[in-house]
């Protein structure tokens, strides 16, 4: 499964080659690897998702679904509802993606502590971002709170390769979702709390670089809005420009274009 950890790294928050997950789909199905075949639809499922193809995301993850069924493999089925979850919220069905992420039915059988912990916290994430959407900023703060928590509960030395591409993404983005939110909350900004908050992602820059290049750019602009909140213009600019050097790397126009509104704000 070495090949697929190598595209789950690459892949966290990115689009991956539809054509290679499914080369990697058959082929695994030739040899009757069914874990591999698993693992390549949910994979193709979150990708046709990205790529805003909510009809075949839907095709993949009911295949994904009945595989992941036959196995009773809970931490699978619990992907595909995430990613289920996603297409609702993509096409604006709020409560019938609350549902999904409310019912927690498969994350209650995951044997895997560590396994179960990234399902929720992803699924908070989820939560959210939901509320987001619906303008009920304390809710958001509240899963923001919560998604982080349960991350940070996992005892990191029992995590295998896998999942340590998702615990640290999930971890650091966390980190930087709730300097965001206590940096614009419209009642009670603080930006005390936010700078905590962005100092501990960007410490992982630091200690785990190999993670934190799964949401480097993310951060770096994150921080970059903070520091003009804070009215830091000088520092602002810094990490504008960072997001810049990293977009030539990683091919991330929209990521560019706001990077140059920043910068030409806070000159």
Request: proline share 2%; aromatic share 12%; glycine share 4%.
């Amino acid at each position: 499964m070495t090949q697929y950890d190598h595209i789950e790294y690459n892949d966290a928050g990115k689009i991956t080659n539809m054509d290679d997950l499914q080369r990697m789909v058959n082929k695994a199905r030739q040899i009757n690897f069914t874990p591999g075949e698993l693992r390549g639809l949910i994979l193709l499922q979150r990708n046709a998702l990205r790529r805003g193809n909510y009809n075949l995301s839907e095709k993949y993850g009911d295949e994904a679904e009945k595989l992941a069924q036959a196995e009773n493999n809970n931490y699978a089925l619990g992907l595909i509802q995430l990613n289920k979850a996603c297409v609702a919220i993509e096409l604006g069905l709020l409560s019938e993606a609350k549902n999904i992420l409310k019912s927690n039915s498969y994350g209650e059988k995951m044997a895997n502590i560590a396994d179960r912990n990234i399902y929720l916290s992803n699924s908070y994430m989820l939560l959210a971002g939901i509320h987001s959407k619906l303008g009920v900023k304390d809710s958001v703060l509240f899963y923001n709170k919560k998604s982080l928590d349960v991350i940070e509960s996992n005892p990191i030395k029992i995590l295998t390769d896998y999942q340590k591409i998702r615990y640290y993404y999930l971890e650091i983005f966390q980190l930087m979702n709730l300097g965001l939110r206590y940096t614009f909350h419209p009642k009670k900004p603080r930006l005390d709390l936010a700078e905590f908050y962005f100092k501990k992602a960007l410490g992982f820059s630091v200690t785990h670089p190999k993670y934190f290049k799964l949401c480097d750019i993310e951060v770096y602009e994150s921080v970059s809005a903070f520091y003009y909140e804070k009215k830091d213009y000088h520092k602002s600019i810094e990490f504008s420009q960072k997001v810049l050097e990293l977009e030539r790397k990683k091919k991330k126009p929209e990521e560019r274009l706001a990077a140059y509104e920043n910068i030409k704000k806070r000159l």
